[in-house]
């Protein structure tokens, strides 16, 4: 039996979770749920995420978990941010793969590929400098000071500043995290993905880790300079599985990567990047295999691992049981596996990818026309997957 923490979210959040519950229920692993009850509704009227919803994932270290709308110009941060902030949870998984029956521009492609993007460091950190603040252009003084080589050559007043921190161990701990997952799944290549060309000390550090984690779990290099004078990282080696060169490291610029997604993404299969490069990418990627109704997605941490839908509440569909459950159920699929039950992930995968493809018991979203009368709701999908795999 596993104690998972389920999180109702708002919106139309409480219908796809409702879905995805039976769904996993369905696939005959024992689950005690601990449900909250938590949206933004909770959330105003207690001024904040429930320390108890906090207390309930760090006991059950897994959790699921429903949209929740961030409102805007309120004060709120997004709640999304908090948990994973609150819970560092440094790694967000991404998978995109085609299914058939979705339809999309890249349907005679083969994408099965997974975006592992850090989550913690990079423009994210928040640390940024308003313009016409005095600090801020005390800052940029200090910095044209220190500055050997280019300086910023806009006006202190009238420039802002936000500051892109990388370091050393926020990157070990991702590109450990990459192929620790590409070994136990199976994966036969990591791409190590940013903009190392135009920052050096920043993105250059990111490649010199990458390639030191890649040479660590005894990767292949695609390139034989890209290992030239590359030492395995010593925090690593000897402690990691060894891929035995079967899996293959790669590396490619950010702008690149975009354009070789779009031209031929089945050469790719794990792609770890930066917080920044990872928001950009995920998204071209959910693009590629039919949009956000089918994206889901993960964020693991030391602490837990929390498992969602790339997309929010749609709130304008709350209420009418309208809504395509897929991403939170493939969601559940990625928990599955993350607590072991693979068989059970397998299966509910299949009944899914079967659903899809028959093309009948389909939300709207996935009719070849919106408006198609033939479209079901949101719980007549998720009960023809759980026939699927009586
Ligand atoms: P959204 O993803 O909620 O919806 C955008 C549009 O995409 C919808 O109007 C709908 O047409 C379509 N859509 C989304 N999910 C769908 C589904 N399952 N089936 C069919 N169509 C679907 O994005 P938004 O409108 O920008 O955000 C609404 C709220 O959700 C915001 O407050 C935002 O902050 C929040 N949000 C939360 C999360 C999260 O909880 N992880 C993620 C993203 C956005």
Redesign the pocket.
């Given at each position: 039996m596993h104690k998972i923490t389920l999180i109702t979210?708002d919106?139309?959040?409480p219908e796809?979770v409702e879905a995805t519950r039976k769904c996993i229920d369905a696939t005959g692993v024992k689950i005690d749920w601990d449900v909250q009850e938590c949206g933004?509704e909770i959330i105003e009227a207690e001024g904040k995420v429930p320390d108890r919803v906090i207390e309930s994932i760090k006991a059950n270290k897994v959790a699921i978990?429903?949209?929740?709308?961030?409102?805007?110009g309120k004060g709120f941060r997004?709640?999304?941010v908090y948990l994973r902030q609150e819970l560092n949870l440094y790694a967000c998984v991404r998978p995109c793969k085609s299914y058939k029956g979705v339809r999309t521009y890249f349907e005679d492609s083969n994408v099965d590929l997974v975006l592992i993007r850090e989550n913690t460091e990079d423009l994210y950190a928040g640390v940024e400098f308003q313009s016409g603040d005095d600090k801020t252009a005390q800052l940029i003084k200090t910095i044209n000071e220190f500055a050997s080589g280019k300086k910023i050559n806009t006006r202190e007043d009238t420039t802002g500043v936000s500051i892109k921190p990388i370091s050393y161990e926020g990157t070990r701990r991702i590109a450990d995290f990459a192929f620790d997952y590409a070994i136990k799944n199976e994966r036969k290549s990591v791409t190590s993905v940013c903009k190392a060309n135009i920052m050096k000390f920043t993105d250059g550090l990111w490649y010199d880790e990458t390639r030191a984690a890649a040479l660590a779990y005894g990767a292949k290099f695609e390139w034989d300079e890209l290992a030239e004078g590359v030492k395995p990282d010593p925090e690593l080696v000897g402690k990691v599985a060894d891929s035995n060169g079967n899996v293959t490291y790669m590396e490619r610029l950010i702008d690149n990567m975009c354009m070789q997604l779009v031209q031929k993404p089945e050469l790719y299969d794990v792609i770890v990047t930066q917080n920044l490069y990872g928001d950009i990418l995920s998204d071209l990627c959910a693009g590629l295999v039919g949009g956000?109704?089918v994206a889901p997605g993960a964020n693991i941490g030391t602490e837990a691992a929390l498992f969602?839908?790339?997309?929010?509440?749609?709130?304008?569909?709350k209420g009418q049981n309208?809504?395509?459950?897929?991403?939170?159920i493939l969601s559940g699929k990625m928990m599955l596996d993350y607590i072991g039950e693979r068989e059970a992930a397998a299966k509910l995968e299949q009944a899914v990818a079967d659903v899809i493809a028959e093309g009948k018991d389909v939300?709207?979203?996935m009719k070849p026309n919106r408006n198609d009368p033939t479209a079901v709701g949101t719980q007549e999908m998720a009960e023809a997957i759980c026939r699927k795999m009586q």
């Open positions: 979210g919106g139309t959040g796809i933004i978990k429903g949209p929740i709308t961030t409102p805007i997004s709640v999304n956000l109704g969602e839908a790339t997309h929010g509440s749609a709130p304008k569909y309208k809504v395509n459950p897929t991403a939170l939300t709207y979203d």
